[in-house]
């Protein structure tokens, strides 16, 4: 075996298991040693079967005292059991649907167990125990790793894989310097690579630990500080308008002291002959759009058109129409380009543009397009910058022509608020702004957590609110019945038929999931905005939604199955409006820990406390489920825990970088080449 041998080659894998492998990312044998454990589990003590702790995991050393019986409960559901003893005690072992165990145990032979010891009684018994021969057991008796996996991989087989290529293939190369390693004391790769998968103890893996997660962020680092040092030697447009006092005249409300700042600091930013790259973090309802046509005013006083992306029509056609109402009586027209217009019309914006007699656009992805061209464009801005990625915002500014190293300013809005330390990780090339108040007149959103026992009353509730005009949100995590077996989540399209035919036949129930067509889609949400539908039944597509300042209910079935975090972005669909609104969380969940978890949202409105709580009970690689914003995913490093050696790498990182700005000394070299690799959705901003 090398490090390129096709990971299907290896006997046990086949063609079924390698096309499962792949979809964890794992191709050849190079990639097993790489791919790192997400937890583990110490079974390195052995019980009898009376020692055994009740209730934890362990492993148990048992004899089977009989031939393991196989019954048919019901179709779909088969239990085999079996005694099983030692020198001290008994133990009944059962398990479900798993009837290979016949041809695996036999009595009389010694085996381990591992699983949780349970009481029924004054008996112990053991569930789905996973179990191997006593004889030369391979998994007990050690640290084992615990892999992310996908259907049809289980643990036990890549544990296997990994194993085997820690054995037969050269430990990969160091890849830090050796002053590096001296100064910070951390172990060398070639002892961490076996003890990230297979630690001895706590401290070797500590160690291994430690020196994985200072070598993510040291290179993160690294390429973030190279990104704005190049960022900052480019050439931007340079607005000659600086002056937002027009601005604020044209305005029929007055901006919040949040929004002021936010907006004096991008215009400052604005003026210089470099390129803005600028976040504005607020949340929901917070005002960012204000600041955004504040910018744009800029730009098209300045002489420079400014483009809009948004991730969904409605939510374009929803800003082009704000941004008009704002921007029109200073005489500045905003067009709309969207995917789903005629023909004649979008032929109409796009000569407008290139000619540039329209001065500021707001699109979707149509904006990327080809034949869209810019006469002059001086600003781009993109809602919710991590639906988008670095990609796209790169492709928009692109259309900007012009010489090689002129790059327009950027803009991103974002309604999610990020604890300090993961927006540095997820927007490292960008400045942050935050906007920490809301304008005058919002009414905070009341939260309220019930379990099953309330559905009659908070349905009667549902009522109330649509007598009184109102509109109200249900969203559902589940498409369909029976997703990965977890029958017990209110699958959305039934629910949406009981709830139409059953439960509210006199009202207007509307339905929306991300597997419809992009059209049902839109015209699901533009009939709940227009008013045509009382209840839209949703999964979470409402969560970077349109603004329906009539919804004043949102009710969000098995709240637990969402990060805190997202449960605050559904909750911002209602609120928008001058009545009182309220969100209902639905969880019948008796853990501690979840009520807990849920209740934070019963406490605070505020987006930042909540995103720091969300930061503590997670850690970071939940917070936006898939990685869309171009930057490296971690590991390693939780942003929770380790930042200090977080700090330590930047400390790093700045140290080098002060010393040898380029990375063009020999020895730095391949650093750079790393940096390059670890950026790969964007390698040519290291060229």
């Known amino acids: 075996m090398d490090v390129n041998t096709p990971l299907r080659e290896l006997p046990g894998v086949g063609e079924a298991r390698a096309k499962g492998l792949e979809k964890l990312g794992l191709r050849v044998a190079g990639d097993l040693v790489g791919y790192f454990p997400r937890s583990y589990e110490d079974r390195r003590q052995v019980y009898a079967i009376a020692e055994a702790p009740v209730g934890e995991l362990c492993c148990v050393r048992v004899m089977a005292a009989e031939e393991p019986r196989r019954m048919r409960i019901r179709r779909g559901l088969d239990v085999t059991r079996l005694k099983v003893v030692d020198g001290t005690s008994a133990m009944l072992v059962t398990f479900f649907n798993q009837g290979y165990v016949r041809q695996a145990l036999h009595r009389g032979e010694e085996y381990i167990l591992y699983g949780r010891v349970e009481l029924m009684g004054i008996h112990r018994q053991m569930t789905n125990p996973q179990f191997e021969g006593a004889e030369r057991p391979w998994a007990c008796g050690r640290i084992m790793p615990v892999y992310p996996l996908t259907a049809g991989i289980t643990n036990h087989l890549l544990a296997g894989l990994v194993e085997r290529a820690l054995r037969e293939l050269p430990p990969p190369a160091e890849t830090l310097p050796d002053s590096l390693l001296a100064r910070h004391r951390l172990a060398p790769a070639a002892e961490c690579w076996r003890s990230i998968h297979f630690p001895a103890d706590e401290a070797a893996l500590d160690a291994a630990r430690r020196r994985f997660a200072f070598e993510e962020l040291f290179y993160l680092s690294l390429g ?301 949400m533009a009939a709940f905005t227009a008013g045509e539908t009382h209840i839209l039944v949703s999964t979470t597509v409402i969560e970077v939604g349109v603004d329906v300042p009539n919804a004043s209910l949102i009710i969000i079935e098995n709240a637990d199955r969402y990060g805190l975090s997202q449960l605050h972005q559904l909750r911002g669909r209602v609120g928008r409006g001058k009545h009182q609104s309220w969100c209902v969380l639905v969880s019948d969940n008796r853990s501690p820990d979840t009520r807990a978890r849920l209740k934070v949202l019963t406490q605070t409105n505020d987006g930042f406390k909540i995103a720091e709580e969300d930061l503590k009970l997670r850690g970071p690689g939940d917070f936006f489920g898939e990685r869309q914003h171009g930057l490296p995913a971690l590991r390693v490093a939780d942003l929770e825990t380790d930042t200090r050696v977080l700090k330590e790498a930047q400390e790093a990182a700045a140290e080098l970088l002060a010393a040898d700005p380029e990375l063009t000394e020999l020895e730095h070299r391949p650093l750079l080449e790393k940096v390059r690799r670890l950026f790969e959705e964007d390698p040519d901003r290291f060229n």
């Not at 700042?261 to 210089?272: G, H, I, Q, S, V």
């Not at 001065?359 to 781009?380: D, I, K, M």
């Not at 801005?381 to 796209?392: C, K, L, M, N, S």
């Not at 589940?478 to 039934?494: I, S």
Request: hydrophobic share 45%; aromatic share 6%.
């Open 224 to 524: 973030l500080a190279l990104l704005r040092e190049r960022r900052s030697r480019g050439r931007g447009p340079g607005f000659g308008e600086t002056d937002l006092e027009g601005f604020y005249q044209l305005l029929p409300f007055t901006l919040t002291g949040a929004q002021r700042r936010a907006l004096e600091t991008a215009a400052a930013d604005l003026a210089l002959p470099r390129p803005m790259n600028r976040l504005v973090q607020g949340d929901v309802g917070s005002g960012k759009t204000a600041v955004a046509a504040g910018c744009a005013w800029l730009a098209v006083r300045s002489g420079w058109q400014c483009a809009m992306m948004a991730p969904t029509e409605i939510l374009a056609e929803q800003h082009a129409k704000t941004l008009s109402a704002m921007l029109a009586p200073a005489g500045i027209e905003v067009g709309l380009l969207t995917g789903s217009m005629k023909v004649s019309e979008k032929r109409k914006v796009l000569a407008a543009l290139e000619s540039g007699a329209l001065p500021f656009v707001v699109g979707t992805h149509a904006l990327l397009s080809q034949g869209v061209a810019f006469h002059r464009l001086g600003l781009v801005i993109t809602d919710e910058q991590h639906r988008f990625g670095v990609e796209q915002r790169a492709a928009l500014a692109a259309k900007a022509g012009g010489e090689e190293d002129f790059s327009p300013n950027v803009l991103v809005m974002s309604a999610t608020p990020i604890p300090r330390t993961l927006a540095l990780i997820i927007y490292g090339d960008l400045d942050v702004s935050v906007i920490d108040e809301l304008p005058p007149g919002r009414m905070p959103v009341k939260t309220v957590l019930v379990g099953e026992s309330k559905r009659q009353r908070m349905y009667g509730f549902v009522r109330d609110q649509v007598k009184e005009g109102r509109q109200v949100y249900i969203v559902c995590p589940a498409v369909e019945e029976n997703p990965d077996g977890a029958w017990d989540l209110k699958a959305v399209t039934e629910y949406a038929r009981v709830l139409g035919e059953q439960v509210f036949p006199d009202l207007h129930v509307g339905l929306v999931h991300g597997r419809m067509k992009a059209k049902e889609k839109e015209a699901a």
